[in-house]
């Protein structure tokens, strides 16, 4: 099923440490989770290093989304990679599960999967393969 292995891989991520820039099992952020549970999807774009998300424009990020290969995804399913607005100028990627999110959380300090979605969803993508 699509996004079975995203979420699979995210859920192997769990209890690892939230680190900024973090892009291996020895601390992620919500980037590198992402491009972790992308990856095992199939997904083979380049993973961002810089902090895009920073800047708190989501149009911004979005065109960033799309150009490394995501394609917008209306329906929510397992596997999606969410963008959320986590506060004022805040943006966050968190893995779509089947009820709720897997994503690095910064305030708790590791990755977490949640029942709910905290914060307004702003954007959804898979890989264009995973259609």
């Given at each position: 099923m699509p996004g079975e292995r995203a979420v699979a891989a995210a859920r192997a991520a769990l209890g690892v440490r939230f680190r900024l820039h973090g892009r291996s099992a020895e601390g992620l952020d919500c980037v590198g989770l992402a491009a972790l549970a992308l990856r095992a999807e199939g997904f083979e774009g380049r993973v961002p290093s810089g902090y895009t998300l920073r800047s708190g424009d989501a149009v911004r990020v979005r065109?960033?989304?799309?150009?490394?290969?995501?394609?917008?995804?209306?329906?929510?399913?397992?596997?999606?990679?969410?963008?959320?607005?986590?506060?004022?100028?805040?943006?966050?990627?968190?893995?779509?599960?089947?009820?709720?999110i897997i994503h690095a959380d910064a305030r708790l300090r590791r990755v977490v999967e949640r029942p709910e979605l905290p914060w307004p969803v702003i954007g959804r993508w898979r890989p264009a393969t995973g259609d």
């Amino acid at each position: 099923m699509p996004g079975e292995r995203a979420v699979a891989a995210a859920r192997a991520a769990l209890g690892v440490r939230f680190r900024l820039h973090g892009r291996s099992a020895e601390g992620l952020d919500c980037v590198g989770l992402a491009a972790l549970a992308l990856r095992a999807e199939g997904f083979e774009g380049r993973v961002p290093s810089g902090y895009t998300l920073r800047s708190g424009d989501a149009v911004r990020v979005r065109v960033a989304i799309e150009v490394l290969g995501l394609v917008p995804a209306a329906e929510p399913r397992p596997g999606d990679l969410l963008l959320f607005r986590a506060g004022p100028g805040q943006l966050h990627f968190a893995i779509q599960a089947e009820a709720g999110i897997i994503h690095a959380d910064a305030r708790l300090r590791r990755v977490v999967e949640r029942p709910e979605l905290p914060w307004p969803v702003i954007g959804r993508w898979r890989p264009a393969t995973g259609d």
